[in-house]
């Protein structure tokens, strides 16, 4: 069963820095892998999404990368600024005919003028 | 922007009682989702749907639950008879094209509260 995990929960940063968040699953066998953000309250936007044959993909100040052998993908963030606070989800497509998301927890991020 | 839009935005309804969620997929994607996240948990698949029928569901999406594409812009989530433990936000989600390009873009949410 496909588990996907984000660590830390919660990370707290000040204006400026430039960000590393962390995905990893356990199922090395996806189709892709998407990125979300969701502030409070509110649905999921859309971020990114990486096929599973593809090592990289941008958007404006946002670089995620995927090691599908390792089951790792990380999303950079540059030039944090408070409006990129909200948390940030990950979630693989299995394999084996299946269009489902399976979603990590997510990680805070609060990023501090 | 195209976007997901769902209604209604919180819903409050009685143990026992029926609920229908409903949502508008973009206009030009063929496959739906419906997905719930209970408070402080992670987001949860719980059905797709292409074609007019179901193409996968969960363990969670049991004879309780029912989607339906009643007319050529509607997406509904039915809870036939609702518990307690429904209480989640739910989220309707839809997509372009299957694996692999099949990203996924999600509407804003029904708050449901079962007292």
């Known amino acids: 069963k496909q588990e996907v995990t984000q660590i830390p929960a919660a990370l707290s940063v000040p204006e400026g820095e430039n960000l590393v968040l962390n995905c990893s699953f356990t199922d090395s066998a996806i189709y892709n892998l998407q990125w979300f953000r969701q502030d409070p309250g509110k649905g999921l936007t859309s971020l990114l999404l990486?096929?599973?044959?593809?090592r990289e993909q941008t958007s404006g100040r946002l670089n995620a990368s995927l090691d599908k052998s390792s089951g790792r993908s990380t999303l950079y963030i540059a030039a944090s600024q408070p409006g990129d606070s909200a948390t940030y989800l990950c979630?693989?497509?299995?394999?084996?005919?299946?269009?489902?998301?399976?979603f990590g927890k997510g990680m805070k991020l609060t990023v501090n003028p | 922007e195209p976007e997901v839009t769902q209604t209604p935005s919180h819903q409050v309804t009685q143990m026992g009682q029926e609920v229908i969620l409903r949502c508008v997929p973009i206009s030009n994607h063929l496959y739906f989702y419906w997905y719930r996240q209970i408070l402080g948990q992670k987001v949860e698949f719980l059905v797709s749907f292409y074609n007019n029928e179901i193409s996968e569901k969960s363990e969670i999406f049991d004879d309780q639950f029912s989607v339906e594409r009643p007319d050529g812009s509607n997406f509904t989530l039915k809870i036939r008879s609702t518990k307690l433990e429904d209480s989640a936000m739910y989220f309707c989600?839809?997509?372009?094209?299957?694996?692999?390009?099949?990203?996924?873009?999600f509407g804003p949410g029904t708050r449901l509260t079962v007292l």
């Open positions: 990486i096929q599973s044959s593809q």
């Open positions: 989600a839809s997509s372009v094209e299957i694996v692999p390009n099949n990203e996924q873009f």
């Open positions: 979630a693989v497509s299995a394999q084996g005919g299946s269009e489902k998301l399976v």
